[in-house]
Nanobody, 113 residues
């Protein structure tokens, strides 16, 4: 059974930065792609970023140039560095392992104007 736990969320002012972490249980973290998604109040959950097992990354247009996804395989952890945050980035941020459709419980990121 795979468990994902996000951390690092919290209130931040517009223009600020925050780094989210997602730590996974299990022995084969390094062999899997990982993703971040988010869900804003009253909206559907949306894709934010993906990092492949080999380190390649893709981003939603809305965060390209501001967010960076990375991973530390020895720590079973994937990160989301978020810079130049906007009130429109306010959401619950979720970590996901696409293989097996595993999700974390999410971490809240409110961005104040």
């Amino acid at each position: 059974q795979v468990q994902l736990v996000e951390s690092g969320g919290g209130l931040v002012q517009a223009g600020g930065s925050l780094r989210l972490s997602c730590t996974a249980s299990g022995r084969t973290f390094s062999g899997y792609d990982m993703e971040w998604h988010r869900q804003a109040p009253g909206k559907e959950r949306e894709f934010v970023a993906r990092i492949t097992w080999s380190g390649g990354s893709t981003y939603a247009d809305s965060v390209k140039g501001r967010f960076t996804i990375s991973r530390h395989n020895a720590k079973n952890t994937v990160y989301l560095q978020m810079n130049s945050l906007k009130p429109g980035d306010t959401a619950i941020y979720y970590c996901k392992r696409p293989a097996g459709q595993y999700w974390g419980p999410g971490t809240q990121v409110p961005v104040s104007s």
